[in-house]
């Protein structure tokens, strides 16, 4: 089955300490990107990927990084500088290229503060 | 800066009623309307997509009637069922923009039996 699949489902972390979200995708799309969910704040975008070793910040970077070795993957780390991150973090993926394609998501992983 | 303003924040509806969501959007450069339903702990899934070269675009129950002058556009789900229950987002996107979705802030739908 095609798709988009997060891991883990759920993360604790502790003080100063980073935790790296898994992100894999068997869809063969070019572009892959990171939000974040709060409630009542829709979607926001953390970073997001065209093309394999190349990605961009989003609208909230900060606290964040990713890397981008392999098409299939993309994951993110959210970084002890991040002084908030319990949140509901979403990847998608999409065909990328000129025109606008649909972006398809994972279910997610919920990060909490231990 | 909300990109894409959404409303209701939230709604509740009998079975077989037409609910209806709008967004409503300032750059004009944006030519790319989808909309997404999200279960609870679930990711958003694709539902229905309009370009503004069009006014209204049905898929099934779910209609998209797009308003290029007034920079607005909304969803209408006919014959409402408890189990579209969900939240709704509409979003927004420019190729000028990376294809990069901006999103509005979401709607509970409630579908009462």
């Known amino acids: 089955d095609g798709g988009i699949t997060q891991s883990p489902k759920y993360l604790f972390r502790k003080e100063g300490q980073n935790v790296t979200l898994s992100c894999e995708q068997n869809?063969?799309?070019?572009?892959m990107y990171w939000y974040r969910q709060d409630p009542g704040q829709g979607l926001r975008l953390i970073y997001y990927?065209?093309?394999?070793?190349?990605?961009q910040k989003g609208d909230i970077a900060e606290g964040y990084s990713v890397s981008r070795e392999k098409k299939e993957s993309f994951p993110l780390t959210v970084t002890s500088a991040q002084k908030n991150p319990t949140a509901f973090y979403l990847c998608?993926?999409?065909?990328?290229?000129?025109?606008?394609?649909?972006?398809?998501f994972g279910d997610g992983t919920r990060l909490s503060i231990l | 800066q909300q990109q894409v303003k959404q409303s209701p924040q939230s709604l509740i509806v009998q079975k077989g009623g037409i609910p209806i969501i709008n967004c409503a959007y300032e750059?004009?450069?944006?030519?790319?309307f989808p909309w997404y339903q999200q279960f609870p702990g679930k990711g958003p899934a694709l539902l229905i997509a309009?370009?503004?070269?069009?006014s209204e675009k049905k898929e099934g129950r779910f209609t998209i009637s797009f308003n290029k002058s007034a920079k607005q556009f909304s969803l209408h789900i006919m014959d409402s069922q408890p189990g579209d229950s969900a939240t709704y987002f509409c979003?927004?996107?420019?190729?000028?923009?990376?294809?990069?979705?901006?999103f509005g802030t979401g709607t509970r739908l409630t579908v009462i039996p």
């Open positions: 998608a993926s999409s065909m990328g290229g000129a025109s606008n394609q649909p972006q398809h």
């Open positions: 869809l063969n799309h070019d572009a």
């Open positions: 990927s065209q093309i394999v070793n190349d990605f």
């Open positions: 750059n004009t450069a944006f030519d790319y």
């Open positions: 309009i370009r503004p070269d069009v």
């Open positions: 979003a927004a996107s420019s190729i000028a923009g990376a294809n990069n979705l901006f």
